[in-house]
Nanobody, 127 residues
């Protein structure tokens, strides 16, 4: 299983970026996927999660109303649309996925212990 992020970059405050996470080696049909971020000197933060079977999402309070997580089933790709970016959003963003089956009604939480696969990260810098 391989997860490859793309779409990071440098943007001015108020701008937008769209991150993508291409998954190969496994089809995430009823699984938990998420985005995390890690800024220097700060703990890793769960940004948003997505239940690929139900479409349920969970967002960190810091990004609610600004970020949108989505999943393209046809291309096995997880996205994170980030709008109204702030300097405090600057971080390395990581895609995470869990190959274990997630049933109907089960929560997909953006907590690191949930996931058994991680990408290498893509840098987002907001100035």
């Amino acid at each position: 299983v391989q997860l490859v992020e793309s779409g990071g970059g440098a943007v001015q405050a108020g701008g937008s970026l769209r991150l993508s996470c291409s998954a190969t080696g496994y089809v995430y049909e009823n699984n938990c996927m998420a985005w995390f971020r890690k800024a220097p000197g700060k703990e890793r933060e769960g940004v948003a999660s997505f239940h690929t079977g139900q479409g349920n999402t969970i967002y960190a309070d810091s990004v609610k109303g600004r970020f949108t997580i989505s999943y393209d089933n046809a291309h096995n790709t997880l996205h994170l649309q980030m709008n109204s970016l702030k300097p405090e959003d600057s971080a390395m963003y990581y895609c995470a996925a869990d190959t274990r089956f997630l049933g109907y009604g089960q929560l997909c939480k953006p907590q690191p212990s949930v996931f058994n696969g991680w990408g290498q990260g893509t840098q987002v810098t907001v100035s």
